[in-house]
């Protein structure tokens, strides 16, 4: 691999670093942009149903700022824009923004684009970084300033010229990641003490890791460097735009909030340009599972990721954080076992701070339930069967029997691959509850001759599950010589399930002593 290709990035100097002592106390400022920056990343942008559904969603999960586009990068863009301000789907808690390159006319445009809204976020950009001024723009750093500045200056004429509609600036960076960080705080300031904010007008500077190119904790030290450095910083909100190039946005992101910023915007389950945005919802969760109130309705998690992956027409990873399809789900048999015995503990106490093995939050939470907690393969053991027999059949397994279950199910999946509670059921009853049509109240010479170990009764109703059978059942654990085995009945009455049960065991020493197998 040609390693001498890349040069490793230049560490900056903060040694009076204060983020790492610093805990979240409270969530950011959200601000979607999946309408804008998730959209442009798509193979097929979004037609006017799927935007719609998107800011619809967005508008439900309780966002409170919302880019609906880059009305000047395309009409679909301009055409969502208006329609939003038309047909006033603009809740009054919530403000849309939009954004231009500083070139001619464009802001101009741009804030025509809106006239109607009644609050707008005007973000205007410029790329800084050294290899855009050279290889793109051909500029120096004085002239990427002036340019920065000549875009402050109309974005600031034109703030007030819509009547009934209040235009809040923002500035960004371009490629914050990637400029010198003395000269993105000689630009960010130059544009501050040009518009010379105050708190009321929610004037932002957005930091753009336009390309992730360090380590979080490197990130985050520029960042606290330019919380303590910007002009006005008492009247600005600091924004961050994070992207995924390292795999690392979500660290990133909970870094430098720490180090100052006070807003982040991103979009759902990460969508975007190359490795995608930071992940809005991951971090919302994380902050949900320290007890903090991420300021989002999170309680429908899977219909929501329903929404975004048709209005993106992408999948949402299986493994996806919080989200996926599997990540509620063990089939570890110590892992099942530990979720087993940590939701029996809880219980229904809902006012103890949840503590379940495996699950950093009840999933019930984000709209899952406990059917997908625990599924079966060759790897499962006794906890997660005995869970299921339980939930999802009615089945109070004693422990030993659930060892002898689980070596059932064991070598039986290593056919069949993953084993549905449905399979689960269909191969306990082969195995345990199939035991002819003879009349269980009439004990055979066998029966009458065995001397049960262990005789376990389940009353009716003890187990609530969605096919809990007949009402009583009876586990019978019985020996031959050194064999042992466990026969189970259920019946009417308990005397019927026991002589169920007494059958079944009978059986199942007859088969283990002419089979041979390995004793219990």
């Known amino acids: 691999m040609p390693v001498h290709k890349y040069r490793r990035y230049e560490k900056f100097p903060l040694p009076d670093r204060r983020w790492p002592d610093r805990m979240p106390e409270r969530a950011p400022l959200w601000a979607s942009v999946d309408l804008r920056d998730g959209n442009q990343a798509l193979i097929d942008p979004m037609d006017m149903d799927r935007r719609w559904a998107m800011y619809r969603l967005l508008l439900r999960m309780g966002f409170k700022e919302i880019e609906v586009g880059f009305p000047l990068s395309s009409q679909a863009d ?35 684009c809106v006239r109607g809204a009644p609050r707008v976020i005007l973000q205007i950009y410029n790329p800084t970084s050294a290899a855009q001024r050279r290889v793109v723009f051909g500029m120096s750093r004085e002239e990427v300033k002036r340019l920065a500045l000549v875009g402050a200056e109309r974005a600031l004429r034109l703030r007030d010229s819509l009547p009934g509609t209040e235009i809040q600036l923002q500035y960004g960076t371009e490629s914050f990641t990637q400029t010198e960080p003395e000269f993105a705080l000689e630009v960010c300031n130059a544009v501050l003490d040009l518009w010379r904010p105050e708190p009321a007008e929610g004037c932002r500077i957005v930091l753009p890791s336009t390309v992730e190119c360090y380590p979080p904790h490197e990130f985050a030290d520029r960042i606290e460097w330019m919380h303590r450095n910007l002009s006005h910083r008492e009247a600005i909100i600091l924004s961050l735009h994070q992207h ?111 503590d379940v093995p495996y699950l950093p939050v009840d999933p019930r939470d984000v709209g899952r339930d406990y059917q997908a907690l625990i599924r079966i393969n060759q790897q499962s053991g006794k906890g997660g069967i005995a869970y299921l027999m339980k939930q999802e059949h009615g089945y109070v397994l004693p422990r030993r029997l659930q060892i002898e279950l689980a070596a059932v199910v064991q070598a039986r999946s290593e056919a069949t691959g993953e084993v549905t509670p449905e399979r689960l059921l269909r191969w306990f009853t082969d195995e345990y509850l199939t035991t002819g049509a003879a009349d269980p109240t009439a004990p055979s010479d066998a029966e009458t001759r065995l001397t049960p170990r262990d005789v376990v009764v389940q009353p009716p109703g003890t187990a609530a599950a969605n096919g809990a059978g007949a009402d009583w059942k009876v586990y019978v654990e019985a020996a031959d010589g050194t064999t042992v085995r466990w026969g189970v009945g259920e019946g009417a009455t308990q005397d019927e399930a026991r002589g169920r049960a007494l059958r079944s065991a009978v059986r199942r020493l007859a088969a283990a002593t002419h089979t041979g197998p390995e004793e219990h």
């Open 78 to 112: 301009r055409d969502f824009t208006r329609a939003v301000i038309e047909q006033d789907a603009i809740p009054d808690d919530v403000t849309i923004q939009v954004m231009s390159p500083i070139r001619d006319g464009m802001i101009e445009e741009t804030v025509r």
């Open 244 to 354: 995924n190039d390292r795999g690392s946005g979500i660290a990133s992101a909970e870094l430098a909030l720490l180090a100052g910023a006070d807003r982040v915007e991103g979009t759902l389950f990460g969508n975007g340009e190359r490795a995608g945005n930071v992940d809005l919802i991951t971090l919302a969760m994380n902050l949900y599972s320290q007890g903090i109130d991420p300021g989002l309705d999170l309680s429908f998690l899977d219909e929501a990721r329903q929404i975004v992956e048709y209005c993106n027409r992408l999948p949402v990873p299986p493994r996806h954080p919080w989200v996926g399809d599997f990540v509620y789900t063990s089939f570890a048999g110590s892992h099942q076992d530990a979720i087993s015995k940590g939701l029996a503990e809880r219980g229904t106490d809902e006012g103890r701070c949840w």
